[in-house]
Structures are given as C-alpha cells and as structure tokens.
C-alpha cells in the first residue's frame, strides 16, 4: 500500500540560500534546509510521488533533490548553467531542468537521480511545458532558436518552430496540443499547434505583455503597461482566431508598481462553487 504523501509546503529562500518547509497541518515551520553559499534556490517542483521536491540553483550549476519528510538533501546534479525552470510531469520518468546561460535542458532520471542528456534548445531558455497528448516538453528560448519540441524517451528535439528574439512567457492547453507564446519586444501573442509544429496565428496585444494564466474557458494575458487584463477565447483559439474581450483588472500599470514585480505569477485561477471562475491578481 502506498503511503500518503508528506503535508508540508515548500518556500525558496532565494536570498537566504535554503528552503523553508511548512507543515500544513500544524502550521509551523518543520525545517529549513540549507543550500548552499551563494545557490540562490528560486524555482520549485514536487515530485510526482509527493515526497522529493526538486529545487532549481539559479547561483550553481545544479539542482537539489530534496526528501521532504526527513527535511535533507538526497542529492546534487550537476546540470548546465543559468537560471532554471523545472518540469516533472507525471507521465515521464524524466525530469526536465532548462538552463538559461547555456541554452540547453538537462533529462534526470528521477529513479536514479542522474542526469542521463544534456540537450541544446537555443539561446536563452526561459519557460518550459509538459505536452500530455505529444509526450514532449516544450521549451520556449528568449533569443534565439524559437519553441522546442524536447523528446524524452528518444532524448532529442523532435521539432522547432521558429519565433522571433524576445519572447518571454508560454502556456498550453487542450492537454498540450496548443500553445500561446507572449513576446515581449514586438508585444504580441502567438498561437502554435504543437501536433503539427505550426504558428496558427497572432494578435497585438498592450505593450509588454509578461504573463499568462488559463480558466477553462479563456487565457488571461497581463501586460506590464496596462491595468487591463486581456481574455483570450480558448473554443476561438480552437479554431485559429485569437479574440477576447479586455477587463479591468486594478487601477495602476505594473510597470508603476516595478518594485513589486517577480519571479512568481501574478495571477491564479480560483474557482467558485462549480463552473464559475474568478481571478486573483
């Protein structure tokens, strides 16, 4: 019988160098592990099992397998260089850890905590997503090289699309067939069937578009020099029209608030009873 998995909540310490783990039932905090001078941990992801977490070192040419109940380091893998995002999707056996310095993505065997390929993806690597219905991860470069389409099992890059320098922020949906790209620099949206490897389509959107989140029925797409928030109709994106309306979301541009501005997102769904969704920004 398989055990429940550990109740804690993970917290990067980006400035403290450790990770703060929460347990959620007491309400205290359980540990705090150290990682090392000058690691700079930033980015999490829980391991499908519920009891590892993988912290990404944005300082160090690494990444952390953390066992959450016991509160300790299980190992370090050396991966490339840069700032990292980590994916570690429930289908595969992988996990997948970008870099930004070196342009490339790391597969680690989560079995046997090594890094089994070291795989380019182009320059300066800022988001990746797990495809469900492709079985591939993909890997959105800032400058250069466009969106990766990363195998797995056969460990290569299936496919490319090429895109223009300065995008920024990616989303999928229908399962990973879709995907929507933010560029910053040209402020536009792009729509990307993976199946096929193709742009559908794009739209211009308020300057300095930086992040995306999806309900069921839309895309929220913020940019930096609006307080509205513009909705993308996912059943249009369907058939190849990027077309929304645009709400209200605050009273101030982001970019007026430029303190406040981080690595997290800023927004998240939050659902209300049982079809209704609001948005927490």
């Known amino acids: 019988m398989r055990a429940p998995a550990v109740q804690r909540l993970a917290v990067s310490l980006r400035d403290g160098d450790a990770v703060a783990l ?31 977490l993988w912290v990404g070192l944005d300082g160090s040419a690494e990444v952390l397998a953390l066992d959450l109940a016991q509160g300790r380091v299980l190992a370090r893998i050396p991966t490339g260089r840069g700032l990292h995002t980590l994916s570690a999707p429930a289908s595969s056996p992988w996990l997948f850890v970008t ?9 680690i065997d989560r079995a046997t ?27 959105l470069s800032a400058n250069g090289g466009g969106l990766a389409l990363v195998d797995g099992a056969a460990q290569r890059v299936a496919a490319t699309v090429p895109l223009p320098r300065g995008t920024l922020a990616m989303g999928l949906f229908d399962e990973g067939r879709r995907a929507l790209v933010l560029n910053m620099r040209s402020s536009t ?33 913020r940019s930096l020099s609006t307080p509205t928030v513009q909705l993308i109709s996912l059943a249009a994106a369907r058939e190849g029209r990027l077309e929304g309306p645009a709400v209200p979301m605050g009273r101030r541009a982001p970019d007026e608030a430029s303190d406040a501005i981080n690595v997290a997102a800023a927004m998240a769904p939050a659902w209300r009873l049982s079809k209704s969704v609001s948005l927490r920004v």
């Open 22 to 52: 929460v347990d959620t039932v007491s309400r205290q905090l359980a540990a705090t592990v150290p990682t090392g001078a000058g690691t700079r941990p930033t980015r999490l992801a829980l391991d499908p099992d519920g009891r590892r």
């Open 99 to 107: 870099h930004s310095a070196a342009g490339s993505v790391s597969l």
């Open 113 to 139: 905590l090594r890094r089994v390929a070291e795989l380019p993806v182009g320059a300066t690597p800022v988001a990746a997503a797990w495809s469900e219905s492709a079985q591939r991860l993909a890997v």
């Open 189 to 221: 949206l792009t729509l990307i069937d993976l199946a096929s490897a193709r742009v559908v389509a794009e739209r211009a959107l308020p300057e300095q578009p930086d992040q995306l989140a999806f309900t069921r029925d839309f895309a929220y797409v």
